[in-house]
């Protein structure tokens, strides 16, 4: 199993394009959510997906819109990249008894 | 919301030294889990532990929930054991209740 896999691994962007961020998981995990962590800190919530079909806000949302393709898929959209989005995002599961959650490797972004 | 303190913020150990990290938080735990970034910045899974304790080699924890704290112990350290140990719970600050609010962390150094 490959558990959460995230595309691309690293980006770099100008100000003002769009990208969008994908993640996988092979877990069978009802739950997705996308993360991001700025230098020197924890990793803050974005949003995440309870099961397919859904989407919530997390603590750090604007700017930001996601998709839950299917109950593997769960994408994270920057249409117009700031530079306080220069972060790196990481992209997690959850499932199981005790709904732990198991995360991706991470996609470093930069915006010039 | 939840709020998460870790201490020490940084810590350096000669290698075989053992080391006790503390996180406290400020609501009831009903999901705690410990991680421990690595240098390349992978997110690896210690500890789901809302309470009781568990061991895992050389690496144990502890959670006394009534008294809302978390301990992580690390003995006879290794360099590999360098790196960010975070620890986390379920719910955030924007009030959902399926993420994690993550401490900012504990900043390891082993030296040889």
């Known amino acids: 199993n490959a558990g959460v896999t995230q595309t691309p691994k690293f980006q770099v962007l100008k100000t003002g394009q769009s990208m969008t961020l994908q993640c996988a998981q092979d877990?069978?995990?009802?739950?997705m959510y996308w993360y991001r962590q700025d230098p020197g800190m924890g990793l803050r919530l974005i949003y995440y997906?309870?099961?397919?079909?859904?989407?919530d806000k997390g603590e750090v949302p604007n700017g930001y819109n996601v998709s839950r393709l299917n109950k593997r898929e769960f994408s994270l959209r920057l249409e117009s990249a700031a530079p306080s989005q220069t972060s790196v995002y990481f992209c997690?599961?959850?499932?199981?008894?005790?709904?732990?959650?198991?995360f991706g490797p991470g996609t470093r972004l930069t915006v010039l | 919301g939840i709020q998460v303190e870790q201490s020490p913020p940084d810590l350096i150990l000669q290698e075989g030294a053992n080391s006790t990290l503390r996180c406290n938080f400020s609501d009831s735990v009903n999901n705690l889990q410990w991680f421990h970034q690595n240098p390349w910045g992978q997110l690896i899974n210690l500890f789901y532990?809302?309470?009781g304790t568990k061991q895992n080699g050389r690496l144990s924890a502890t959670t006394v929930a009534t008294e809302r704290y978390s301990l992580l112990y690390i003995s006879s350290s290794q360099t590999t054991d360098s790196g960010v140990y975070f620890c986390?719970?379920?719910?955030?600050?924007?009030?959902?209740?399926?993420?994690?609010?993550f401490g900012k962390g504990t900043h390891l150094i082993i030296q040889p």
């Open positions: 532990i809302p309470s």
């Open positions: 997906s309870a099961s397919e079909g859904t989407t």
């Open positions: 877990m069978n995990h009802n739950s």
């Open positions: 986390a719970l379920r719910g955030y600050s924007g009030g959902g209740a399926d993420g994690l609010t």
């Open positions: 997690a599961s959850s499932g199981g008894p005790h709904n732990e959650q198991f």
